[in-house]
């Protein structure tokens, strides 16, 4: 492993192992199945599919003599771009909808990431709808734009909601920016993200009782139902019903509740049938914890082991109210849980070759990847905490490593002492350029990381990051 400079140091294994959940050694938990990547692409296809069949509805509602007429051609562009608006934010709600098929081969970070990328440009599709409606209505009536605006929103039906609907999504879009985001608590953030629904609700009675391609055009009409109503049921089953199915059938409670490392606890759940959770090492769920202050509240954590006959775990940082309060569970408590979401798990992976890095307490999600891994897997594990005592699951880790035959290196000391640059990742696991690297922690220090990985010679697509923030 090269030389290790003071703060690094590779590991010897203890024997080691919690007291609640059965020892690693003893029983060989089951995993979830690799996801087919045929069902997202086949989804990306009927998305493409989907959006050309709604424009040659659109467009066969219009008649020349319409587009001829003063205004025309600025009417019907203003029925396109609110269309393809309209259409774009069935797709911004099916990327927030945790679709199963997409989510576990892309994972959660890259949907959100699609869903930020794509949500601002349906708005301006929206807005651009509104004005050039507006342009076109005024020059066929000859009068001011802004009067003919004023028209619409007082006087058509529906217009009034719709435009309400749009003032809602722009709300949600402006505290999802970065800065707004971070002067909002997270549950603000997702009370105002509920009232999109309101404003799809809105949106879609405007389209349908007073759209100029939907009315009097039975098949545009029975198309555009059908699409929200397959979307709607999308956000409900995945969203709803099968989080409820899920919680009801595996009944989880907390058994106990451990200290690990400072301000770190562990949360122990048992739970039934817990073998047919298709679950996989690094995946996470949203956890609500059902006692009176915080049953309204579901928060993300990843499993810090996989399941172990009627046990399942998580381990914690106190970061917050919610992640806080998890230290003072009472054992019986109920959990629901919706998930298991992520694609940070081993059908990730190029080779079989890995590093792993756990900075803080991102190395909570390294024993369940470790127990995970096919045995033949070679694995480097970096454990990374500012001092020895905040190394997250340390001697489960370390007996997990040195089980398969791995190296353990624990990494301590501050951000300025530490750095991890391509030069000092080379010195540190000499073959890297050949592993896959899995990197989970704060995410400053992960992005850093994986460019120091890419320069050091590790392909793109063998560089791995699970963000504990969205
Ligand atoms: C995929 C994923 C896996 C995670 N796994 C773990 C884990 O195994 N162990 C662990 O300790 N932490 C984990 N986290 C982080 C954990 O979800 C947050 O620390 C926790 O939700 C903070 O909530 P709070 O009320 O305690 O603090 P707050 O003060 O509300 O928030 C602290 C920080 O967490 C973010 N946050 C708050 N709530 C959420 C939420 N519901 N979804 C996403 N981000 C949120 C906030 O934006 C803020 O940056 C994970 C996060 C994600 C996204």
């Keep these: 492993m090269g030389k290790l400079s003071g703060c690094a140091h590779l590991v010897p294994s203890p024997d080691a192992d919690t007291a609640v959940m059965?020892?690693?050694a003893l029983l060989r938990p089951r995993s979830a199945s690799p996801p087919r990547v045929w069902w997202a692409d086949a989804l990306a296809a009927l998305a493409g599919l989907g959006l050309g069949i709604t424009l040659a509805l659109a467009i066969s509602a219009e008649?020349?003599?319409?587009?001829?007429?003063?205004?025309?051609?600025?009417t019907a562009l203003g029925r396109l771009t609110g269309l393809v608006g309209a259409y774009g934010l069935l797709i911004v709600l099916l990327l927030a909808a945790r679709l199963p098929a997409i989510e576990r081969v892309v994972g959660q970070n890259r949907?959100?990431?699609?869903?930020?990328?794509?949500a601002p440009w349906t708005l301006v599709l929206?807005?651009?709808?509104g004005v050039l409606i507006a342009v076109g209505y005024a020059q066929a009536a000859g009068i001011h734009p802004a009067r003919q605006l004023s028209i619409l929103i007082l006087s058509y039906p529906w217009v009034l909601a719709a435009t309400v609907g749009f003032v809602l999504l722009v709300a949600a879009g402006v505290?999802?920016?970065?800065?707004a985001r971070r002067r909002l608590s997270h549950e603000t953030w997702w009370v105002v993200h509920l009232y999109t629904y309101l404003a799809l609700a809105l949106a879609f009675a405007h389209q349908i009782i007073t759209g100029a391609s939907f009315v009097g055009h039975p098949?545009?009409?029975?198309?555009?139902?059908?699409?929200w109503l397959g979307a709607i049921g999308a956000v409900l089953t995945h969203r709803i019903g099968q989080p409820a199915l899920r919680s009801l059938r595996h009944r989880l409670r907390v058994i106990a509740v451990e200290r690990d490392a400072p301000g770190v606890v562990t949360v122990i759940l048992e739970g039934r049938d817990l073998d047919r959770l298709p679950l996989a090492g690094g995946q996470f769920a949203q956890w609500r914890f059902l006692t009176r202050e915080r049953w309204w509240q579901a928060h993300p954590y990843s499993l810090s082991s996989l399941p172990r006959g009627d046990h399942i775990r998580i381990t914690v940082k106190d970061l917050g109210d919610h992640s806080g309060g998890l230290a003072s569970l009472r054992p019986g408590t109920r959990v629901a849980l919706e998930g298991p979401y992520g694609n940070f798990t081993r059908h990730a992976c190029r080779g079989d070759r890995l590093l792993l890095v756990g900075a803080g307490v991102g190395a909570a999600v390294l024993p369940a990847l470790l127990e995970d891994l096919p045995e033949d897997t070679d694995v480097v594990v970096i454990?990374?905490?500012?001092?020895?005592?905040?190394?997250v699951l340390r001697e489960e880790i370390t007996s997990l490593?040195?089980?398969?035959?791995?190296?353990?290196?624990?990494?301590?000391?501050?951000?300025?002492?530490?750095?991890?640059?391509?030069?000092?990742?080379?010195?540190?696991?000499?073959?890297?350029?050949?592993?896959d690297v899995y990197v989970c922690g704060p995410d400053e220090l992960a992005s850093s990381l994986l460019r120091s990985a890419a320069e050091a010679g590790v392909a793109h697509e063998r560089l791995h990051h699970e963000a504990f923030s969205l």
């Design 219 to 227: 098949v545009a009409r029975a198309w555009w139902i059908a699409l």
């Design 111 to 118: 949907v959100i990431g699609w869903h930020r990328l794509l």
């Design 126 to 129: 929206i807005a651009a709808h």
């Design 383 to 391: 454990n990374r905490a500012s001092t020895t005592a905040d190394l």
């Design 22 to 24: 059965p020892a690693t």
């Design 63 to 74: 008649s020349a003599g319409a587009l001829r007429s003063p205004g025309g051609i600025t």
């Design 175 to 179: 505290s999802s920016y970065r800065i």
């Design 401 to 435: 490593v040195s089980a398969r035959g791995g190296a353990l290196i624990e990494l301590t000391g501050s951000r300025s002492d530490v750095r991890l640059d391509a030069d000092r990742l080379r010195r540190l696991v000499p073959d890297i350029a050949g592993r």
